[in-house]
């Protein structure tokens, strides 16, 4: 298997996936996902978008700022919540 690793990769990860994307099936991301020891996976009912919402572009920006605070040694707070299921497209 391609992602067959012994342990979890220790690297942040987010995942945005459509429960209707007929290019990367949501079950092939999941399982990309679980490689992550702490994925963080949005997921849209729509295809293979990143949808424009505003919850959508929330989490992703507070993705990005908490990396970039990261490496400049900011954080020190744990990741956000691991999983969320938008309702939106």
């Known amino acids: 298997?391609?992602?067959?690793?012994?342990?979890?990769y220790a690297l942040?990860?987010?995942?945005?996936?459509?429960r209707s994307d007929s290019i990367v099936p949501?079950?092939?991301?999941?399982?990309?996902a679980e490689q992550f020891k702490s994925p963080i996976i949005l997921e849209h009912p729509g295809g293979h978008v990143i949808p424009a919402t505003s919850l959508v572009r929330?989490?992703?920006a507070a993705f990005v700022r908490e990396m970039a605070e990261r490496k400049s040694g900011l954080a020190a707070d744990p990741p956000m919540s691991s999983?969320?299921?938008?309702?939106?497209?």
């Not at 942040?12 to 459509?18: E, N, Q, T, V, Y």
């Not at 949501?26 to 990309?32: E, I, Q």
């Open 12 to 18: 942040p990860s987010l995942h945005i996936m459509g």
């Open 58 to 60: 929330d989490r992703v």
């Open 26 to 32: 949501a079950a092939d991301s999941r399982v990309l």
């Open 83 to 89: 999983h969320d299921s938008t309702g939106q497209n």
């Open 1 to 8: 298997m391609l992602y067959t690793a012994t342990d979890r």
